[in-house]
């Protein structure tokens, strides 16, 4: 069992940055990515960044050039760099984990962090 925490969600004006962590806990030694994903009010929720085991990232188009995911050396840590924060921006964001065993996949969600952006 994994468990994730997540920290660094607030509230920010328009065009301010926040920096969201993820820590998991026990073993990184089978995770094959890490995400974050976020979730408006009414919207589903949506793909926001993945760094993959081979440190290839992804990005939603409406946040490339102005977010950033990286992990820590570990790779047991995510972090979200979030720069020129929108209005539309304003989520719960959530942390991901994929873990790959030699017969299965499983995944991991953390609680979520709010993200307020307004002024």
């Known amino acids: 069992q994994v468990q994730l925490v997540e920290s660094g969600g607030g509230l920010v004006q328009p065009g301010g940055s926040l920096r969201l962590s993820c820590a998991a806990s026990?073993?990184?030694?089978?995770?094959?990515?890490m995400a974050w994903h976020r979730q408006a009010p009414g919207n589903e929720r949506e793909l926001v960044a993945r760094i993959k085991v081979d440190s290839s990232t992804d990005y939603a188009d409406s946040v490339k050039g102005r977010f950033s995911i990286s992990r820590n050396s570990a790779r047991n840590k995510v972090f979200l760099q979030m720069n020129s924060l929108k209005p539309e921006d304003t989520a719960v964001y959530y942390c991901h984990i994929q873990l790959k065993y030699s017969t299965s996949h499983v995944s991991y969600w953390g609680q979520g962090t709010q993200v307020t952006v307004s002024s």
């Open positions: 026990g073993s990184s030694a089978h995770i094959v990515a």
